[in-house]
């Protein structure tokens, strides 16, 4: 019995670190991120910071469990739009904003970013690795409608900067 309980312990382990190191490796445009998630905390460090209000559009590109909208929503009255790639995700982002009854003002749509429409965002936010960054630069430019705010949580890109939190990670950018 004891023996036939180890085994099962053990499998789970296999199963928990199969899982873990596939996440390593997908979604294939943030291979190493994928995982590392917004807190609560700095969901509304990031709100603040980046001045979020009602009249706001937040695009979330990558948007994970969608923390960061749920708080733009609940607290700051915004307007969101999550595209997130990964199914697991993307599901647990959906059930969040259905269980906080968010439904009207946050949409969460899976897919590729890179294939998504920006032009209504007044605020991007992301949290992505360099390479990805510096890969959106050309269609923010292209996209994103003067004055729309870009908030970077832990990495920086070369934007126009307007503001930065050196010891929070974050940083504002204006197109
Ligand atoms: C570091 S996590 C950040 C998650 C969330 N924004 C947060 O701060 O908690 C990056 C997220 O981007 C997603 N992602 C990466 N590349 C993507 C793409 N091309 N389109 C949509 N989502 C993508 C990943 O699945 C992952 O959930």
Do not use: H
């Not at 294939?115 to 994103?144: G, Q």
């Not at 409608?145 to 974050?170: F, H, Q, W």
């Amino acid at each position: 019995m004891l023996i036939f309980l180890i085994f099962n312990l053990l499998l789970v382990a296999i199963l928990l670190f199969l899982i873990f190191a596939f996440s390593m490796f997908w979604p294939p445009d943030s291979p190493w991120a994928p995982w590392w998630r917004t807190d609560k905390k700095m969901a509304e460090a990031i709100c603040r910071f980046a001045k979020i209000g009602k009249d706001d559009v937040v695009y979330d590109l990558g948007c994970g469990d969608a923390e960061v909208l749920l708080i733009a929503a609940k607290k700051y009255g915004a307007k969101g739009v999550g595209i997130e790639i990964d199914l697991l995700r993307f599901l647990t982002a959906k059930i969040r904003v259905l269980n906080n009854r968010l439904g009207k003002s946050i949409k969460i749509k899976r897919g590729n970013f890179f294939k998504t429409d920006l032009s209504k965002a007044t605020i991007v936010n992301v949290y992505l690795v360099p390479k990805t960054l510096e890969k959106l630069k050309a269609k923010f430019l292209e996209e994103l409608n003067p004055g729309t705010k870009i908030v970077s949580y832990k990495y920086e890109m070369s934007l126009g900067k307007i503001a930065e939190d050196k010891r929070k990670k974050l940083f504002l950018y204006q197109i």
